[in-house]
Each structure stands twice: as structure tokens, then as C-alpha cells.
């Protein structure tokens, strides 16, 4: 099976940016579609982002919009969230996930990373 494994979480300053990487452990997620979620303390894990197998789809949350980019390099089996302008309810632990097609739906996945948390700081 899939298992993610986020990458490049830390402290931010409100406004900067940060860069998230998920790579698969075990098997290539290389066919599956790819997902950010995140979760603050308190809230429920909420759609931030995903990206269809081959790149063709992307979705977005609208609270994310034009400031983060979903990518892919399936030949480096590695999933990307670029994340610029940050705010400070961006602040959450961040997951990557895996499913058989591209949805905003946490029920559309199957596999989940562990998250990496991602701080920012007003």
C-alpha cells in the first residue's frame, strides 16, 4: 500500500512562504490522485487541495486560492504544496493523502501521511 510522508513544515512569518513535499513510502502513489489536507487544534481536517493523477485537474479550497500551488513530479514520486502569503490561519498540521481519483472530500482517500506542522506567525 501507499504510505505518505510530509516534509518542510516549520515557523513562518505571516506573509512568507513555505514549501511542503509529500513522497510515498512503499509503493509509488505515482496513479493515485493527491491531496493537501489540514487541520488546526479544535477543527476538523478541512480540503485545502488536490491534484488529479497526470496534473490534468487541480482543486482548491477558495481560502487557499491563488496563494498556494498544488504540484507533482510523478517521476520523483513527490507531491508539492507551495504555499506563499501566508496567514496566520494557515497555521495547522498539514497532510498529504492519497485516493484513486481527485475529490475535496476527505472520504475520496485512502491513505494518509502523519502530517507536518506548519506555523505562522503575525
Known amino acids: 500500500q501507499v504510505q505518505p510522508v510530509e516534509s518542510g513544515g516549520g515557523l513562518v512569518q505571516a506573509g512568507g512562504s513555505l514549501r511542503l513535499s509529500c513522497t510515498a513510502s512503499g509503493r509509488t502513489f505515482s496513479t493515485y490522485a493527491l491531496g493537501w489536507f489540514r487541520q488546526a487544534p479544535g477543527k476538523e481536517r478541512e480540503f485545502v487541495a488536490a491534484?488529479?493523477?497526470?496534473?490534468?485537474?487541480?482543486y482548491y479550497a477558495d481560502s487557499v486560492k491563488g496563494r498556494f500551488t498544488i504540484s507533482r513530479d510523478n517521476a520523483k514520486n513527490t507531491l508539492y504544496l507551495q504555499m506563499n502569503s501566508l496567514k496566520p490561519e494557515d497555521t495547522a498540521v498539514y497532510y498529504c493523502?492519497?485516493?484513486?481519483?481527485?475529490?475535496?472530500?476527505?472520504?475520496?482517500?485512502?491513505?494518509w501521511g502523519q502530517g507536518t506542522q506548519v506555523t505562522v506567525s503575525s
Open positions: 491534484v488529479s493523477w497526470n496534473s490534468v485537474i487541480t
Open positions: 493523502a492519497a485516493g484513486p481519483g481527485v475529490g475535496m472530500s476527505r472520504n475520496d482517500y485512502d491513505y
